[in-house]
């Protein structure tokens, strides 16, 4: 296993303090601003759900922590120490892993093959270790309860749902003290979610700090210990699971009071159209017509 150099810091920071840290976190792509006065604690042993709609800056939330675009406002701490990331090498290299939706892995490559990938064991001459490398892939994935029967055949034959929970495995395996999860059970049916959401309990019970990245309260409340709700950028809502209800998250997370809004305009549209002389529907003029 690779030992990570950002949490040498580990012991000395106390218990209590976030794994990541986001204080007052800002970020404007030239005059839009993605991110604004965003603060985040992410700690381990805990599941941290990131919800919020399309354009809700989700992605650039990741991007900040995974170390692929820099904030431009605030700070970002690991272990209590500030880091600005130049690369994602320097946020794995932290212990932070992430899991792309789409990238998590590549499809033709073979199961022990992605498992390793960038990682990869030799035995002299830069030849691969095959034999190792199926063992312990096969050795972690039973040991997450993951079944594959054949490690060899290309993780693009797998479920959307088996080649995230092998992508968190690999995380694992590999020394990640926080996981971020991209959406990860977005494009899966009901049945290949839960399994999803199983691995992430145990990401969490292997005592790592999780970050579930998600539009959906529900998925959010069956594993979640504490949810942040972006809306436009900015947090919305930032609570633990003791002080919010599924109802309360989801009416958050559907926009409640703007739906009531919107539920009043449309009720005034539809008395207004009862209201309009029955001399059928205002006929609009082509622009070929002449006139
Ligand atoms: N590279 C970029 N250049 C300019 N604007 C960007 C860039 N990336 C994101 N944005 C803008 O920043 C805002 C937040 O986008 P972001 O992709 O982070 O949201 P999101 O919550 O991940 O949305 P989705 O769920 O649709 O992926 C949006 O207004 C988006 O248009």
């Keep these: 296993m690779t030992t990570t150099s950002g949490f040498d810091a580990e012991a000395a920071a106390g218990p209590t303090t976030p794994v990541v840290h986001l204080d007052q976190v800002g970020k404007s792509y030239g005059n839009v601003n993605a991110l604004r006065g965003v603060s985040l604690a992410v700690r381990q042993g805990e599941i941290t759900c990131v919800l919020g709609d399309n354009g809700a800056g989700k992605s650039t939330l990741i991007k900040i922590i995974a170390g692929l675009h820099e904030h431009t406002d605030g700070t970002l701490s690991v272990n209590g120490e500030q880091r600005r990331f130049k690369?994602?090498?320097?946020?794995?290299d932290s212990g932070i892993a992430t899991v792309y939706q789409d990238l998590a892995l590549a499809p033709l490559m073979s199961v022990w093959r992605n498992f390793f990938l960038g990682n990869?064991?030799?035995?002299?001459?830069?030849r691969l270790d095959i034999?190792?490398?199926?063992?312990?892939?096969?050795?972690?994935?039973t040991k997450m309860g993951i079944s594959i029967p054949n490690l060899d055949q290309p993780v693009g034959m797998l479920s959307g749902g088996q080649r995230q929970c092998i992508a968190i495995a690999r995380a694992i395996y590999f020394g990640a003290k926080v996981l971020i999860l991209d959406e990860p059970t977005a494009a899966l049916g009901v049945k290949q979610s839960g399994v999803v959401l199983k691995y992430i309990v145990k990401a969490r019970d292997a005592g790592l700090g999780v970050v579930f990245i998600t539009h959906n309260p529900h998925h959010a409340y069956l594993v979640g210990n504490h949810f942040v709700v972006l809306k436009l950028g900015r947090v919305a809502l930032d609570t633990h699971r003791a002080d919010i209800t599924l109802e309360q998250l989801t009416n958050e997370m559907a926009g409640g009071s703007e739906l009531e809004a919107l539920s009043h305009e449309l009720r005034d549209i539809d008395a207004s159209a009862v209201a309009r002389p029955v001399d059928g529907p205002a006929r609009i003029q082509s622009p070929l017509e002449s006139t």
């Design 87 to 92: 690369s994602p090498r320097e946020s794995l």
């Design 120 to 126: 990869e064991i030799t035995k002299g001459f830069g």
């Design 131 to 141: 034999r190792q490398m199926t063992r312990i892939a096969q050795e972690e994935l």
